[in-house]
């Protein structure tokens, strides 16, 4: 009997044929239940040969929740492990029983100044939920894996912790919504979750990401200590939260002890912070508020800038957004001289910074009293202009950073305020040797000639074509 054609097919055509034929549902084949009539693995009943490919396509990614962790248990064997790329672990708390209010909060949106936040059951049930979930998962199924059967490049891991009331969620699917960044985060932005201290370590998770770009539960501090130290061979790290961290010093806190966790092994952090909502430009405040930020240093100093700044001597690539000080890129009181510090392997660096300093300085400032009222919109605005001292402050540690870079490829800063509003400074430098720095504010900024100076310094030494540009916004 003749064997069927597709048998003698190469096994790259017979992927792409089954891909092809499975169009989106190649990935999260774990997510409860599986339905093999109507995904992907339908297709593995074929032959070993589209089993093989089918089992490499479907167990590249996959997404476990509390349901399908025990299916979880029997159906990634060894050979299946070694498929795995990536896995979204999803740790659906409770539903919230009742809308209590446990203490009054003023929000924006609710003129009582009432908020529904979670109560002292509600913490105690999600981190008892939490700890069931993570400690099965790291204990009872990841410690139990060979090293022996992962791929070489390691798993991603990817944690999203959220209860399928919280707004912005519909099941274990984010959904979109009108104002995305704040979905019923004002319900939970005061609790902060921990994580078991007995995980047993995983060698084999290259990747670890922790919230997301729309909302996310908050971890103390405590909670990425255990987490970090259960994975010792972490390379990149990705940490997103969407919180008003001025109001909370908890917050602030929670990361510093996360930077201090990472070990030697991270070459690549990713850390979105929104402490403020950028959203609202200085304007619209009462200028009081101008003076009432709270001072986010202690005895002046950012202590979470000044441990990303010590981190960043290990990575390749960094990227940060949130309310950081110049001490990110230079610490106080050192000269260039001194012989650190040294970055000897960064490549990328991108942050994003808040128009407000961690002590409280602002990035612009209000020039006179008079409104200039926009023709086109009616909106009326201050007149402001650039706080020379504090970006003049900030572009020189810049500028001395990159003197220690000798692998700096891409460095990005912005400040993206609101329609009218921005400062942004780009620097690229090709393996051609050909190099350029862009500034581009509004209101109006010039680098002073010492900031100007040092970067002449940089291409002489590293023997760069350098090209300076400032401009406006609104030039091409």
């Known amino acids: 009997m003749m064997a069927h054609p597709s048998f003698y097919l190469p096994p790259e055509i017979l992927r792409m044929i089954i891909e092809f034929l499975s169009g989106d549902d190649i990935t999260n084949s774990i997510s409860g239940t599986i339905d ?15 089993q093989n490919i089918v089992e490499s396509i479907s167990f590249r990614c996959i997404t476990l929740t509390p349901e399908s962790l025990p299916l979880a248990r029997t159906i990634i064997t060894p050979s299946r492990q070694y498929y795995l790329r990536k896995i979204d672990l999803h740790i659906v708390l409770p539903d919230y029983k009742d809308n209590r209010i446990r203490r009054d909060v003023v929000v924006d949106d609710n003129e ?9 059951d509600d913490q105690i049930r999600n981190q008892a939920v939490l700890d069931d979930f993570v400690r099965s998962f790291f204990n009872d199924i990841l410690s139990t894996w060979n090293i022996q059967d992962i791929c070489e490049d390691g798993i991603g891991l990817n944690i999203r912790i959220y209860s399928r009331s919280d707004d ?101 952090l990713l850390c979105h912070i929104d402490d403020i909502d950028q959203d609202q430009p200085p304007e619209w405040w009462h200028i009081d508020s101008l003076q009432t930020i709270q001072d986010m240093t202690v005895n002046g100093r950012d202590t979470l800038s000044e441990s990303l700044h010590v981190l960043s001597y290990q990575l390749i690539s960094l990227d940060v957004c949130g309310v950081f000080s110049p001490s990110l890129f230079w610490p106080q009181n050192t000269s260039t001289d001194s012989g650190t510090p040294f970055w000897p ?47 003049n402050m900030l572009h020189a540690a810049v500028v001395r950073a990159v003197t220690k870079m000798p692998k700096i490829a891409s460095l990005t800063i912005q400040c993206n305020l609101s329609p009218g509003f921005s400062h ?3 620097l690229t430098v090709t393996k051609k040797r050909i190099a350029k720095a862009i500034w581009t504010s509004s209101p109006a900024y010039e680098p002073p000639r010492q900031v100007l100076d040092l970067w002449k310094m940089i291409a002489w030494h590293r023997s760069l074509y350098f090209n300076f540009v400032v401009k406006a916004p609104d030039e091409s």
């Open 424 to 426: 942004h400074f780009r």
């Open 345 to 391: 392997n960064l490549e990328i660096l991108e942050v994003a910074l808040h128009y407000v300093l961690p002590g409280g300085i602002w990035l612009f400032q209000k020039c006179r009293d008079e409104w200039n009222v926009d023709p086109f919109t009616g909106v009326a605005h201050f007149h402001w202009e650039a706080n020379e001292d504090a970006l």
């Open 36 to 50: 093999y009539e109507n995904t992907i693995s339908s297709y593995a009943a074929v032959s070993k040969t589209w």
């Open 112 to 120: 009582d100044g009432d908020t529904d936040v979670e109560t002292l």
């Open 168 to 268: 912005g969620y519909t099941t274990h699917v984010l959904a979109e919504s009108e104002d995305p960044l704040w979905s019923g985060s004002e319900r939970f932005q005061d609790s902060f979750l921990s994580v078991p201290r007995t995980l047993l370590p995983v060698p084999f998770i290259s990747g670890l990401s922790i919230g997301d770009d729309i909302s996310t539960r908050n971890l103390s501090g405590e909670g990425y200590s255990s987490l970090l130290r259960a994975l010792p061979n972490v390379i990149r790290v990705d940490v997103w939260a969407h919180e008003k961290q001025y109001a909370n010093q908890n917050h602030r806190n929670a990361y510093i002890e996360l930077v201090r966790s990472l070990g030697p092994s991270v070459t690549s």
